[in-house]
Structures are given as C-alpha cells and as structure tokens.
C-alpha cells in the first residue's frame, strides 16, 4: 500500500468516527440520524445517475441491505442516547468482524487460520474489558445490548453487502442503491413510528445530519477506491484506526472520561481487529 493510499483510508477511518460524533452531538439523536438518513438520499442518486444500471437481480440484496442497516442504525442511535461514544462505538465496531469471523467458520466452512482465531481471542478480550468498563463505572448498562445489536446488524450487512456487490459487478453502483434504500427505509420508518413533529424546526440540527451524511459517503466512497488499488485485506485492517479516532473524539468533544482501562480496551479491540482483517 502506497503512503497516499494510506493517509486517504486513515481519511476514510477519520470520516467513518467522524459522522457517528455528529449524531452524537445532537441533543435528539434519533432526529439527527433520521436527517442523516434524508441526506444519504441524494448523495446515493446522484452516484447512481453517473453509473450504468445494474440488473433486476441485484434488487433483493439492494433490498435487504436496506432493512438491515435499519437495524443497525436503529440500535446504533439507542445505545448513543444511553452511552458514551468512546463506550459505544468500539463495542459495535469491535463486535461485528468477531461475529463475521465465528459464523463464517461455523456455517460457512471457512476455517479459522491461527492468525484468525488469535485475533478473534483477543477481540472477544478487548470487547469484555470494554463491556466490563460499563458495568464496574457504573454507566448505563442498557448501552451494552444496544451496542451488541447493532454490531449484529453490521455484520449481517456485511455478508449481503459482499455478495450483492459481486453480483452486481459493480460495488461502487451497488453502495449508492444501498445508500437511497437505507436513507428511505430509515428516514420513512422512524418518522411513521414518532411522527414528523420528530424533526427539528432549527436550522443547525439539518446542517450538522447533511454534514454527518457526507461525511458518510466519503467514508464509505474513499474505502471502496482503496480496495480498487490497494490489498482489501489491508485497507479493511487500517480502516478499523475509526475505533481510535472516535475514542479521541468522544474524549476531545464530549469531555467523556479517559480511564486506563478504556484506553487499552479499545487498543486490544483495535489490535483484535487488524489481526482477524489481515
């Protein structure tokens, strides 16, 4: 990987922290992320128009991918409303490539190398003292399922996503459909489940949901480029330093409290990560 490959996937990693710090910020974050979900919309058409047209068989992968970020942004937004960032978002991201990793060896026959199940161990280490932080600080713990749920959620898109891209020859055509289903499927069941009086009359809350949303598809935009140029196992590897930069950004922004022990937990899940990317 060449150094300007590098510095645009640790962009990528930066972006990724970067929007889940947004929707954090905002004081109603289900509104922030129903904003976030508007936003994605346009951004995805836009795309869409620049690319040929995929093939009806793709609809059903663009379909369920949809519905399943739903989820993930649904539980995501929870466990924000109930707990730090730098608690929140290394549990669900951490999580997800552990789950990924187990189901793929136990119902998809793919064995786990050494390597793989070394990492997996010292994922499952790494998430424990994470999860073990919430319970001996006496955070709310109701933070921990949510955060498990949407780590769930990622690692099932995440199946879908790598066979619906396949399929339609084209990843970069094939996110973009993904972004306006995700966007609509979001924005549409939040506001039917609490109404429109949901969405703030303030102009910054709208400004700071379309910011996350770019935010969003540059992340997303920079890593599907960097696979195309560089090792995909590397660039899903570097692309995990977002674990970092939110844990900074919770502590730089929010004021959140840096204990030891939340330091190394999420340096453990970083390197638990890397080693079951590469």
């Known amino acids: 990987m060449s150094f ?35 936003g994605e919309i346009p951004f995805g058409i836009a795309v869409v128009l620049m690319r040929p047209a995929l093939g009806w068989e793709v609809a059903p992968w663009v379909i369920a991918a949809g519905c399943t970020h739903f ?16 608690r929140v978002y290394p549990i669900a991201r951490g999580t997800a490539p552990l789950i990924v990793a187990v189901v793929s060896a136990l119902f998809l026959n793919e064995a786990l190398s050494t390597q793989d199940f070394l990492g997996v161990t ?14 001996f600080s006496n955070e709310n713990r109701k933070l921990i399922p949510f955060a498990l749920g949407s780590a769930c959620a990622t690692s099932v898109y995440t199946l879908i996503d790598g066979h619906g891209a396949r399929i339609s020859g ?37 400004a700071t949901g379309m910011i996350a949303a770019a935010a969003s598809y540059i992340a997303y935009a920079i890593s599907i480029w960097a696979t195309t140029v560089a090792p ?17 950004m919770g502590w730089i922004f929010f004021h959140e409290k840096m204990t030891r022990s939340k330091a190394l937990a999420a340096l453990v899940i970083v390197g638990g990560v890397v080693l079951t990317r590469l």
């Open 232 to 248: 995909i196992a590397l660039v899903a590897a570097l692309r995990e330093t977002s674990i970092l930069f939110a844990v900074m």
């Open 122 to 135: 010292v994922l499952g280490l790494g998430i424990l003292m994470m999860a073990g932080g919430v319970i």
């Open 170 to 206: 084209d990843a970069v055509a094939y996110v973009a459909w993904v972004f306006i289903a995700d966007g609509t499927f979001f924005s549409t069941g939040i506001l039917a489940w609490k109404g429109l009086s949901l969405l703030p009359r303030e102009r910054k809350p709208w």
């Open 71 to 86: 989820f993930y942004k649904l539980f995501l937004t929870l466990a924000y409303q109930r707990g730090d960032l730098s």
């Open 4 to 38: 300007p490959v590098m510095l645009a996937v640790l962009g990528s990693a930066f972006f990724h922290a970067l929007w889940n710090t947004l929707i954090k910020s905002g004081t109603n974050r289900m509104a922030a992320t129903v904003i976030l979900s508007l």
